[in-house]
Structures are given as C-alpha cells and as structure tokens.
C-alpha cells in the first residue's frame, strides 16, 4: 500500500462536478477495500469510484493512504455499533433483537455500499491487524448476546452461536455488493428473511447453564466500590483480548453479564474513574485500588462484571473464552468451547 498519498492532477471525463463529503469519500474507498483490498489505492481509482473528480481535493483531509483506510474500517465498526444498538434496545424477544439489527444494518450497506471484513488486511501493519481482529471480537460479543439471549428465550434456534454469527457477518460483509435503489433493498428484505428463517427455530426456554441465586455481592480490593445483582446471570465468559489482558494483567479476564434492572450500587460509584478504551467500548475501574469493577452499558440494559469481584457462588458456568487473541505464551488445555479462533 502507497505510504503517501498519490494526489494527481487529472481531470476526467465526467468533469469536476460538486464536492464530495468526509464520509463520501471514505465509502467509495471502503467499497474499492471490499472488493480488491488495501494494497496499492490510487486517487485516480478512487474518483472513478465515487464517479466525482473533486475527490482530488479529498486527499488534503488525511495525511496518507493507511491513514484513510484506517478511516474505512472504523466507519464500518461504527455502523455495526449502531445497528447493534438498535437491535439491543428493540423490544420484544431476541428474534425481533436479530431482526431489528439486520435491517438497521443493511439499511447502512445500502447509503455506504459495503461492510468491511475485519479478517482481511494480512498485509497491513501487525498493530492494525491486532487493532482489527478485537473490533471484529467486539461485534461478535455483543452480537452473540443476541444469539445466546434468543436461545433462552426459546426465539432462535439452539445452534452454535459461533456459525451464526459468521453466517451473519459473511452476508453483512459481502464484498460485491454494490447495487443501490429499490432492487438492492428487496434483496436485503428477501436476505433478512432467509437470515431469521435459518435461525429461528421456536422452543421450550432453556436455563440449563445457569439458576436463580438470591442475590450476588461484590467489591474492589479496597471495599471503597459495592454492588450487588439479582439472580440469574445471562452470560459469562473469559476475554483474552490485550486490552483486558493489560487492563487486569492477567492472561484473560472474566466477565459476568446480567441485566442492568438487576444491578445495584452499594457503595463508591462517586469513587469509579472510567476510559474509553474504544470508541465503543469503556473499562471503569476503583479510584482508591485500582480494581476492575462494574461497567453499566445503560444503551443495552445490561452490566458486564468483572467476576473476580464477586463473592459466593455465581450459579453459572463459564460458556467460551476468545482464545484466538489469546498471547502467544498462553495455554489453553481445558475442554471449554472457543471461538473467535483465527
């Protein structure tokens, strides 16, 4: 990939025509990434993507090529982000969750015109890729919430979350997919439709991987910060990506999640210091000690809890562990199930 960018002086045949925006920009350039990858952009390709030679002027706005790239794959996180969030927060069960998020998502795949695939880009920089590959965890966390959710609920069928979310992911990221108007959106309903039918499969709630305990205590090391749940928890699982590594300097870390009308602030939330770690993403810990303690997602009415924090028994078993981010000196020897194994 060009480390400068190439800023010709062409014009083309469809002359100047109006100013393109930031964004516009940057989706005819993630629609050239989806099809043929990042190595070698041109300005000129560019302009004939976006069908605007005053693309020329865009190349003021970023200070290189990898630079606007970087650009394409953080726009695509941000509007999985978004439509996750309107699946998270539509009401109903989580077939209608899965079903709210695939239609807000390829309501963004038509304006933009394609979705990035994390999993590509083995030529960019090791720190992209590492940065890539826990975005790309990140949205399948919140997706196989969904997933799982809709397994308890009876709404989806009792399958492996994994192959779900790359069934969904492998359809939202498609990289040919360029067609716009009314055609393109009787596509994406018919795809909807074909996605639920696939995964829907209605059946008796199922609460074999946890139970109803009273209520579950927790603090920081130094008693500043208290809470408390209300049984059951929804999910828990280890996280091995760097940011939770480095955050608890542990080889991975273990997060309980519970719905957030179960969750209680005992004592210390004035003393909670919070870091955006992502732009969707943030790590809140105890002022005083340091410990890594609850953070309330109020967007998905849900808390992540660090389970290290939490006293007596969980009444849940652990359900996965990303071991594909694990680090290189880590060994994972149990029979637990993994995912995100690239």
Same mark, same amino acid.
């Given at each position: /990939?060009?480390?400068?960018?190439?800023?010709?002086?062409? *014009?083309?045949?469809?002359?100047?025509?109006?100013?393109?925006?930031?964004?516009?920009?940057?989706?005819?350039?993630?629609?050239?990434?989806? *099809?043929?990858?990042?190595?070698? /952009?041109?300005?000129?390709? !560019?302009?004939? $993507?976006?069908?605007?030679?005053?693309?020329?002027?865009?190349?003021?706005?970023?200070?290189?090529?990898?630079?606007?790239?970087?650009?394409?794959?953080?726009?695509?996180?941000?509007?999985?982000?978004?439509?996750?969030?309107?699946?998270?927060? %539509?009401?109903?069960?989580?077939?209608?969750?899965?079903?709210?998020?695939?239609?807000?998502?390829?309501?963004?795949?038509?304006?933009?015109?394609?979705?990035?695939?994390?999993? @590509?880009?083995?030529?960019?920089?090791?720190?992209?890729? @590492?940065?890539?590959?826990?975005?790309? /965890?990140? !949205?399948?966390?919140?997706?196989?919430? !969904?997933?799982?959710?809709?397994?308890?609920?009876?709404?989806?069928?009792?399958?492996?979350?994994?192959?779900?979310?790359?069934?969904?992911?492998?359809?939202?990221?498609?990289?040919?997919?360029?067609?716009?108007?009314?055609?393109?959106?009787?596509?994406?309903?018919?795809?909807?439709?074909?996605?639920?039918?696939?995964?829907?499969?209605?059946?008796?709630?199922?609460?074999?991987?946890?139970?109803?305990?009273?209520?579950?205590?927790?603090?920081?090391?130094?008693?500043?910060?208290?809470?408390?749940?209300?049984?059951?928890?929804?999910?828990?699982?280890?996280?091995?990506?760097?940011?939770?590594?480095?955050?608890?300097?542990?080889?991975?870390?273990?997060?309980?999640? %519970?719905?957030?009308?179960?969750?209680?602030?005992?004592?210390?939330?004035?003393? !909670?210091?919070?870091?955006?770690?992502?732009?969707?993403?943030?790590?809140?810990?105890?002022?005083?000690?340091?410990?890594?303690?609850?953070?309330? $997602?109020?967007?998905?009415?849900?808390?992540?809890?660090?389970?290290?924090?939490?006293?007596?028994?969980?009444?849940?078993?652990?359900?996965?562990?990303?071991?594909?981010?694990?680090?290189?000196?880590?060994?994972?020897?149990?029979?637990?199930? @993994?995912?995100?194994?690239?």
């Amino acid at each position: /990939m060009n480390a400068q960018l190439d800023k010709p002086g062409m *014009r083309t045949p469809s002359g100047r025509g109006p100013k393109l925006s930031r964004a516009e920009v940057i989706d005819a350039v993630a629609r050239i990434v989806a *099809r043929r990858g990042p190595a070698g /952009m041109q300005w000129s390709a !560019i302009a004939h $993507e976006a069908g605007n030679p005053g693309v020329e002027e865009a190349s003021r706005w970023f200070p290189d090529m990898p630079s606007l790239v970087d650009e394409c794959y953080s726009r695509t996180a941000e509007g999985l982000e978004q439509s996750l969030l309107r699946g998270e927060t %539509a009401p109903g069960t989580a077939l209608e969750k899965l079903a709210a998020f695939l239609v807000a998502a390829l309501e963004v795949r038509r304006e933009r015109g394609s979705f990035l695939s994390f999993r @590509r880009g083995d030529d960019m920089p090791a720190a992209t890729r @590492r940065r890539l590959r826990e975005c790309d /965890m990140m !949205i399948r966390t919140r997706l196989k919430r !969904i997933l799982i959710k809709g397994q308890h609920d009876g709404s989806l069928a009792l399958r492996n979350p994994d192959s779900a979310c790359e069934l969904i992911l492998a359809c939202l990221q498609a990289p040919s997919v360029t067609e716009g108007g009314a055609q393109q959106q009787m596509w994406d309903g018919e795809l909807v439709e074909l996605l639920l039918a696939a995964l829907s499969e209605p059946h008796t709630p199922i609460t074999t991987t946890r139970r109803d305990i009273p209520t579950a205590t927790g603090a920081c090391l130094c008693g500043t910060v208290r809470y408390e749940f209300d049984g059951p928890f929804e999910v828990m699982a280890h996280c091995h990506c760097s940011m939770c590594r480095k955050q608890h300097g542990t080889a991975s870390a273990t997060f309980a999640a %519970a719905p957030m009308g179960s969750f209680r602030w005992l004592a210390g939330e004035s003393a !909670i210091v919070t870091y955006q770690s992502t732009m969707g993403g943030r790590r809140c810990f105890c002022g005083k000690c340091g410990s890594a303690v609850p953070v309330v $997602e109020n967007d998905q009415s849900l808390v992540l809890c660090p389970t290290g924090g939490l006293d007596g028994d969980l009444a849940i078993k652990l359900q996965g562990t990303n071991a594909g981010l694990k680090a290189a000196w880590d060994s994972i020897a149990d029979h637990m199930h @993994r995912y995100d194994e690239t």
